[in-house]
């Protein structure tokens, strides 16, 4: 089992950054994908940013120039950097891992963090 705790989140003005972390434990294969997703009242949940486990990054349209997500030194633990925050950045933003052993795919997620972009 791997459980996922989250960290960060908030509210921010608009233009405003936030950062959010995301640490996994428990079984955990060498190929994995981590990152976060967002849902918005009234919307699909929607891919913002991940990383693999070659270090290779990925975005959502919304996120390209203005998120960055880096892997930190324990290389299960994922951060998301939020800059030039929008109203519509405004979500409930979920940790995700994807890990994968064989022919077997193993998906997890967190509780999810509320991000409130509002002057």
């Known amino acids: 089992q791997v459980q996922l705790v989250e960290s960060g989140g908030g509210l921010v003005q608009p233009g405003g950054s936030l950062r959010l972390s995301c640490a996994a434990s428990?079984?955990?294969?060498?190929?994995?994908?981590m990152g976060w997703y967002r849902q918005a009242p009234g919307k699909q949940r929607e891919l913002v940013a991940d990383?693999?486990?070659?270090?290779?990054?990925n975005y959502g349209d919304s996120a390209k120039g203005r998120f960055t997500i880096s892997r930190e030194n324990a290389k299960t633990a994922v951060t998301l950097q939020m800059n030039s925050l929008k109203a519509e950045d405004t979500a409930v933003y979920y940790c995700?891992?994807?890990?994968?052993?064989?022919?077997?795919?193993?998906?997890?997620w967190g509780q999810g963090t509320q991000v409130t972009v509002s002057s």
């Open positions: 428990g079984s955990i294969y060498s190929i994995y994908v």
């Open positions: 995700n891992l994807v890990t994968y052993n064989l022919n077997m795919e193993y998906e997890y």
């Open positions: 990383i693999n486990s070659d270090a290779m990054t």
